[in-house]
């Protein structure tokens, strides 16, 4: 198993490309500590995930707000020893065109995309350096390649964050913790539902292998950046998008 007797942070866990990640994790035979605002989902989540990963637990944490992370990162240490890797998955988007986006939008989504990355990164990483190393991955997109029409918030996070899994390599590498990126196409998740059906199309007609990418997919690039396989990678970005080109 390729994530034995380690502990495993994923945020926006309680659905999605997380969840599915918690499910491979569990059984790779990670601990996996379910992260997310969505008690509900996350709570029922982590029912299913202890089938497989008795020690698994779910953690009410907003990656906006930094007193959640300090809070559930100590429950996590306390209750599953250490820190091993973290996935820094949870995102929201928030179209409009530039002309019409709403300040409001602009700031929730870089709060949550890409200041929530640099929060848990900053508080886990301590963490893991105390413990002798770790593996972080962050969800970035294929939009920060390209750009997207009605994504400048979304973008300006995602591409943001690619900047920060490079610094990051360079500053955390000496104390043994790799750090990358995901760069996920278009997966079908609520994420994807909410894109209008033609956009959808367009997209899957630019992929080479013709269809959205699935959830499990996302899952596989996670587990081995995560794993020790990946263990001379850092500071990558890893596309998971069918060979999608805009
Ligand atoms: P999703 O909307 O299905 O799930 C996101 C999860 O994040 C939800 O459980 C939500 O409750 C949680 N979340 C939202 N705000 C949070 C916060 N402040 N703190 C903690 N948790 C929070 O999304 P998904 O499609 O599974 O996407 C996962 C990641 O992959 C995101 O970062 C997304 O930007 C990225 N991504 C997705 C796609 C896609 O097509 N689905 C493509 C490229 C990148």
Redesign the pocket.
Same mark, same amino acid.
């Given at each position: 198993m390729r994530l034995e007797d380690k502990t495993a942070v994923i945020?926006?866990?309680?659905?999605?490309?997380?969840?599915?990640t918690a499910r491979r994790f569990a059984a790779e035979g990670a601990r996996v500590a379910l992260?997310?605002?969505?008690e509900t *989902? &996350?709570r029922k989540a982590v029912e299913e995930i202890q089938e497989t990963s008795p020690d698994s637990l779910f953690f009410y944490? $907003? +990656?906006?707000?930094r007193k959640?992370i300090t809070v559930a990162a100590e429950g996590i240490v306390s209750r599953l020893s250490g820190i091993d890797v973290l996935i820094?998955? *949870? &995102?929201?988007?928030a179209d409009a065109q530039l002309a019409g986006m709403e300040e409001s939008d602009w700031d929730r989504v870089i $709060? +949550?995309?890409l200041k929530?990355v640099f929060n848990c990164t900053q508080v886990i990483s301590r963490i893991m350096a105390r413990g002798g190393g770790g593996r972080i991955v962050n *969800?970035?997109?294929?939009?920060a390649h390209y750009g997207n029409f009605g994504q400048t918030n979304?973008v300006a996070?995602?591409t943001g +964050?690619i900047g920060m899994t490079r610094v990051w390599a360079r500053e955390l590498g000496p104390k043994g913790i790799t750090v990358n990126a995901?760069?996920?196409?278009?997966?079908?998740?609520?994420?994807?539902r909410s894109?209008p059906k033609n956009i959808l199309d367009r997209f899957k007609e630019r992929t080479p292998l013709g269809r959205?990418?699935r959830?499990e997919e996302?899952a596989n690039a996670y587990l081995f950046l995560a794993s020790d396989e990946a263990s001379f990678i850092t500071g990558t970005v890893l596309n998971v998008?069918g060979g999608l080109v805009f």
């Open positions: 945020t926006g866990a309680a659905r999605g490309i997380g969840l599915f992260c997310d605002v969505d *989902a &996350g944490l $907003d +990656v906006t707000d959640s820094n998955n *949870a &995102g929201i988007k $709060d +949550v995309n929530g *969800a970035t997109s294929v939009v979304y996070s995602k +964050v995901v760069a996920p196409g278009f997966i079908d998740t609520e994420m994807a894109v959205l990418g959830p996302v998008d």
